[in-house]
């Protein structure tokens, strides 16, 4: 029975350590990007590139409310002449899965010129994005495009990458997962440090791979 005891006490001392340490790193990356984050479109300093970062989209090619919304922000962003052209950096792995395209065709409805819509095709996640929109595409000056919840990983990244990019937060909409998804945000940021403590390299280094 002391044996039992000691084990539930065990159990109980690790969960609690585990939320105060998944808090803490949610707090601490929060801290360290707070200066960097608008919620205000009219208050973000231009930049010569919006950086939109791809999510899902469907089999006929329409984009989930999550990406909607981040590409509606850019285009807005465009709109107002806070940024000169595009970098739409999404999951191309397969033939029959394509979201920068799907981006793309979205911002050629709005009337957005070809020429200012540069495709990231190896966007795989976050780190990769980020990674590669410094070291491949060679942005220097650019604005980030996602939603609250996703944006202080996003620049945590940037900024630990030398790269100087400010973030616009994604016009707020009630998402059904909205939990879920924040869950999902905060055991990610454990992911980032490592790839950053780790000098992790993206998937491809390719430019425009086959």
Do not use: C
């Not at 440090?193 to 992790?200: A, F, S």
């Amino acid at each position: 029975m002391k044996l039992f005891r000691k084990l539930i006490l065990a159990f109980a001392l690790f969960v609690i350590i585990s939320i105060l340490i998944i808090f803490g790193l949610e707090a601490y990356v929060q801290k360290e990007t707070s200066g960097l984050i608008y919620s205000e479109i009219t208050q973000i300093p231009s930049a010569k590139t919006g950086i939109i970062l791809g999510a899902s989209v469907h089999a006929d090619g329409k984009l989930s409310p999550i990406l909607e919304d981040r590409v509606e922000t850019a285009y807005q962003l465009y709109k107002l002449n806070k940024i000169e052209n595009f970098l739409v950096s999404g999951d191309h792995r397969t033939d029959d899965y394509d979201e920068v395209n799907a981006i793309k065709n979205y911002l050629l409805k709005k009337g957005v010129s070809s020429e200012d819509i540069i495709l990231d095709h190896s966007g795989f996640d976050t780190y990769d994005s980020m990674f590669r929109a410094k070291s491949v595409f060679e942005i220097e000056d650019a604005i980030v495009i996602t939603q609250k919840f996703h944006l202080p990983r996003s620049l945590y990244i940037a900024k630990n990458l030398d790269a100087d990019y400010k973030g616009l937060e994604a016009s707020p909409v009630a998402y059904t997962s909205s939990e879920t998804i924040k869950r999902r945000e905060q055991l990610a940021n454990f992911k980032a440090i490592w790839e950053i403590l780790t000098n992790q390299q993206p998937t491809t280094l390719e430019k425009y791979p086959k």
